[in-house]
């Protein structure tokens, strides 16, 4: 009986949290009515002399949230995401029958899989075939990312991807009810989302390298015209293919150092002007998060904003 006295209250909110060989990222996110707030954020180097799990739970022990509620995001090389179109099964045996209809397509045996989908927005098929999105990851990665955050004191609620991360930050600081580009332009190749209404219409992984100097590279121009080739045919696959209205607003998401410089060489390159998603400024934190440090968690961030979670707030 005196013990229940004792127990510590469990954080409120949700816990972001992205995950790889090189670094930790986590993100504290709370939410009262409409206003959001981010916490805390961390990012912090993986040592080859500490195991993951131990660094993972150091980091939860200082900011004080054992026992939080946690949305991991899985890193780009831990999963595969395939458009296809929808079986005509009941709604509790899509992924399922998925399953089988990508398993020539997966660089596994499709038991070793793990496999979840998510539908586009009705308004997307226009007459066409109803299509899903179907994210499939190693199983025995998913249970060594369980593992990890189990024993670092965390309860995992959902194991989301950078997709419907950068999904949940553009609909937090947005307004995309006309419908929205949002771009996120990496070294190891950029992601771009098309929403509209905080629905996720299209995404698409773009090969196109865009380093941290890449504006200082003598082939940019080269670089920028391929890169920007690729964002206009998801554009004009969005609009001819699924029925919609043309896209006004594109966004990149902030930069480390040429993020102005970046919007300004895109904007001369493509038919609508490029803005900056500027969710560093727009989510409300303590003076101790840096923007730095903000921008170099964006994913864990966004897994953090997930709103169909308990901790998330609905």
Known sequence: MLALFGKKKRAEGLVGLSINDQRIALAHITRTRDDVFLENCVRRDITATTSRHQQLADIVAEAGLVGAECSCVLGPRDYNIYLVESPQVAEDEVSAAVRWKIKDLLDMPVDQAVVDVFALPEQAFQGRSKMV????????????????????????QSIDIPELAMRNISTQVMDDRNG???????????????SRN??????????????????????????????????????????????????????????????????????????????????IHELASPDSVTAEMKGACMMAIGAGLRTDLVGGGQ
């Open 133 to 156: 999105y179907a994210v499939a990851a190693s199983r025995t990665a998913v249970a060594e990312l369980i593992d990890t955050v189990d024993r670092a004191g965390l309860q995992l």
């Open 198 to 279: 905080g629905e996720l219409y299209l995404t698409r992984k773009i090969n196109t390298q865009v380093g941290p100097d890449a504006l200082m590279q003598d082939d940019w121009e080269m670089v920028r015209d391929r890169l920007a080739l690729e964002i206009q045919r998801s554009l004009d696959y969005y609009e001819s293919q699924m029925g919609q209205n043309p896209i006004n607003q594109i966004m990149i998401a902030p930069r480390l150092k040429d993020t102005e410089s970046m919007m300004n060489s895109l904007g001369e390159a493509l038919a609508a002007p490029v803005g900056v998603l500027d969710y």
């Open 180 to 194: 929205l580009a949002f771009i996120s332009l990496k070294e190891s190749g950029s992601t771009m989302n098309v």
